[in-house]
C-alpha cells in the first residue's frame, strides 16, 4: 500500500485479556518498528525488526510483550494479561533500511484502553 | 541524562514571528538526525533530515553542532498551522530512532 497500515485502529479491551495489533508496512520496506506512546508523553521504543536479522527485543516493557514479522513483512505486537498501564497509542513505522537513513513513515497508530 | 533532550515549551508566539527549538543528544556516536511534526492525536510525520552542514525546506533551517551535540530548528514567519509538537529524533547508530518528548508550539493570530 502507499502507507503503514495498522489495525485495529481502537481497540478497548478488559484488564487480564490478551490483544493483537497489527502492522503492514510500506512495500519494499525492510525495516519494522514498534512504539508506544501514552498520552502527553513521548515515544517509547519497543522492538526493532531488519530482514532476516533476530529483533532488537530491547524496548518491551515486560515478558507479556511479543511481537513477530512474517515473510518480512505483515508484523504482529501481542500483548498477554492486559494491565491498565499498557494502555496507550501503539505506532507502527517503517523504514526503507536499517540506518534509518530516510526516516521513518508512520501508521496511524492503534489506540489501546484497557479497563 | 537522557538520551535525546528538548524543551517541552510551550512556545506561544504570533504569526509572523521566528521561533527556533534545541535538541540536545548523549552519544557522539550518533548518526542520522531528524525532526519530525505531531499534531495533536496524529502519527508523527517526518518535517525534515538534519545534514551536518545545515539544510533549509522554505521557512524551517535545520542546524548540527557534532561538537556540542545538539540539533536546532528554526521557523520563520510563523503560521497558524505550523502549531504542533516537534520531535527531535536520532539514530544513535544501532539502527534505531530515539524520540525526544517534544516541543509544543503553538501559533496565535
Known amino acids: 500500500g502507499a502507507g503503514v497500515s495498522q489495525s485495529p485502529s481502537n481497540k478497548v479491551t478488559e484488564k487480564g485479556k490478551d490483544v493483537e495489533l497489527r502492522c503492514d508496512p510500506i512495500?519494499?520496506?525492510?525495516?519494522l518498528y514498534w512504539y508506544r506512546q501514552s498520552l502527553g508523553q513521548g515515544l517509547e521504543f519497543l522492538i526493532y525488526?531488519?530482514?532476516?536479522?533476530?529483533?532488537?527485543k530491547s524496548g518491551l516493557p515486560s515478558d507479556r510483550f511479543s511481537a513477530e514479522r512474517t515473510g518480512g513483512s505483515v508484523s504482529t505486537l501481542t500483548i498477554q494479561r492486559t494491565q491498565q498501564e499498557d494502555s496507550a497509542v501503539y505506532l507502527c513505522?517503517?523504514?526503507?533500511?536499517?540506518?534509518?537513513?530516510?526516516?521513518?513513515?508512520f501508521g496511524s497508530g492503534t489506540r489501546l484502553t484497557v479497563v | 541524562r537522557k538520551e535525546v533532550e528538548q524543551d517541552p515549551g510551550p512556545f506561544n508566539v504570533p504569526e509572523g514571528a521566528t521561533v527556533a527549538f534545541n535538541c540536545t543528544y548523549s552519544n557522539s556516536a550518533s548518526q542520522s538526525f531528524f525532526w519530525y511534526r505531531q499534531d495533536c492525536r496524529k502519527e508523527p510525520k517526518l518535517l525534515m533530515s538534519v545534514y551536518s552542514s545545515g539544510n533549509e525546506d522554505g521557512r524551517f533551517t535545520a542546524q548540527l553542532n557534532r561538537a556540542s551535540q545538539y540539533i536546532s530548528l528554526l521557523i520563520r514567519d510563523s503560521k497558524l498551522s505550523d502549531s504542533a509538537t516537534y520531535l527531535c529524533?536520532?539514530?544513535?547508530?544501532?539502527?534505531?530512532?530515539?524520540f525526544g518528548t517534544g516541543t509544543r508550539l503553538q501559533v496565535f493570530p
Open positions: 512495500s519494499g520496506h525492510t525495516a
Open positions: 529524533v536520532v539514530n544513535m547508530g544501532n539502527d534505531k530512532l530515539i
Open positions: 525488526f531488519q530482514g532476516n536479522s533476530a529483533p532488537d
Open positions: 513505522a517503517s523504514s526503507f533500511d536499517q540506518t534509518g537513513g530516510y526516516g521513518y513513515t
